[in-house]
């Protein structure tokens, strides 16, 4: 799936680059395997040979599912569940740890987590929630996957236009105000080495405006089995989603720093 941005409001959290190197999720060596060439390949072709029956489904779906759910999209939504944990399933296995703190599906949640992977979607659709993501406008001409992403709700944004940030916070509110949760990776981007790196205010300022609680995810292994501009390899092994206790968000601030810190202590200790 695509990258997904936060840039906007970016006032960014105290530097993280004192706990940087203290235990931080970190791809391990990455000496070229073919065999980890040849997983990446295989992964690749079942999940766009998926893709493609689930996308017609969802053709045929959408104009009902606009006009009866235009916000949350459960129906879509559910595909591209199915589309990420069968294509993940027969190759690595992901755990979700905390279920019992996910809010209801219908509930405007903010869902924040650390960004490290092409894999971290595919990951983040096992919490089977209808959240709604950013991510750039390029990838929504991808074939079959961003014309899917466009038809599920997700939010495009422009990464060099201040106006297109300021619409992305704006779209988010909106969902949130129809009780359809949102999806942010507060870094801002991917991280190059699979150190999380410092938060962006954004996503907590959304949250403070609309009262919302903030959900906060720890995504642990993902650089592990696909680093970040290796995306041709893909190693042996499992994954961890693990999803924290929500937050009542009043103040940004203070909320951008205690889900940095749940989400940095968990990483630390299961990595």
Sequence with gaps: RARVADRASVVPRASASAAADAGAS???????????IARAMCFYLVTFTLALPLFAAMCAMFPFTYLTDKYRRYALSFINDIWAVVSTSLFFKVEVIGKENLPPADAG???VANHASYLDIYSLFHLRRPFKFISKVSNFIIPIIGWSMYMTGHIALKRTDRKSQMKTLKDCRELLQKDCPVLFFPEGTRSPDGKMGDFKKGAFSVAAKEKALVVPVTLVGTADRMANGKEWMLRAGGIK???HPP????????CCDESYRVIKEALVQHS
């Design 247 to 254: 937050i009542k968000c009043e103040d940004a601030q203070a």
């Design 241 to 243: 989603v693990i999803v």
């Design 109 to 111: 949640a903010v869902y």
């Design 26 to 36: 970190s791809p391990r060596d990455e000496k070229v395997s073919v065999i980890a």
